[in-house]
């Protein structure tokens, strides 16, 4: 399958914005927290 559809492009590309928003966050509420 070479065509890949805008629906599935779009899909992936927010799962992928999704995930890196919670992976910054955990990072982010760790860091806070050893830092207390």
């Keep these: 399958r070479v065509l890949i559809r805008p629906y599935e492009l779009s899909v992936s590309l927010l799962l992928g914005i999704i ?18």
Excluded at 24 to 35: E, M, P, Q
């Design 19 to 36: 995930g890196s928003l919670v992976f910054i966050l955990l990072l982010w509420r760790g860091g806070r927290k050893d830092a207390d």
